[in-house]
């Protein structure tokens, strides 16, 4: 391994690739309203842990990326209030 490269940064571009990927299914998934829509919810919750789950290491044990997959849950839902606004609305 090379000096200072850590299981994680070695990673970085395969990250990133998730990253961006995550982001575009749920820029799909948002419609109006869908904080208050259960069904949206869910399927937001579904498309991050299957995101996730496809494209990163496995380096996480299942309460770990679990709960990794609920604080980004929990972090979208603060942060991208509608379709089309919140902090990441202009990126991509």
Known sequence: MHKGRTPYTRNAPRQTKVARALLNRIKQLLVLNWRQKSTARSQLRLAI????????????????????????????YECYPEQNAGIYAGVL
């Open 49 to 76: 842990e299957d995101v996730l789950d496809a494209g990163l290491p496995r380096v996480y044990d299942k309460p770990l990326f679990e709960q990794q997959c609920f604080v980004l849950f929990e972090h979208v």
